[in-house]
């Protein structure tokens, strides 16, 4: 099944990144979004909402710390965070 090519919801151009703000990436199938809203009420930061369809977005994108508590509790697998520029140098 496609997974909704050209659908995904993307929080803001990819913004200059500094040291310690990764850019995450907040893809959402909607062709498999039920429109639940599991996903927003999980999210322990706030990060996401609904948006006038009742599809989630991003509310704060810097407030997400990628726990990916929303991928966890969807119960269709339409919803990921993807974090951009993961820098293993920032682990050392
Ligand atoms: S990964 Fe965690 S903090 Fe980020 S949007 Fe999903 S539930 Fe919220
Ligand atoms: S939990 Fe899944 S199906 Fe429900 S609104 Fe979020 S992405 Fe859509």
Do not use: H, N
């Amino acid at each position: 099944m496609d997974k909704g090519v050209g659908t995904s919801a993307v929080s803001r151009p990819r913004a200059k990144r500094t040291s310690g703000d990764r850019v995450k990436r907040l893809q959402v199938y909607r062709s498999w979004c039920k429109r639940c809203g599991i996903c927003v009420a999980f999210c322990p930061k706030g990060a996401l909402e609904k948006d006038p369809e009742g599809f989630p977005r991003w509310r704060d994108p810097k407030a997400c710390v990628a726990c990916r508590m929303c991928e966890l509790r969807c119960p269709d697998f339409a919803i990921e965070v993807q974090e951009e520029g993961s820098t293993d140098e920032q682990a050392k």
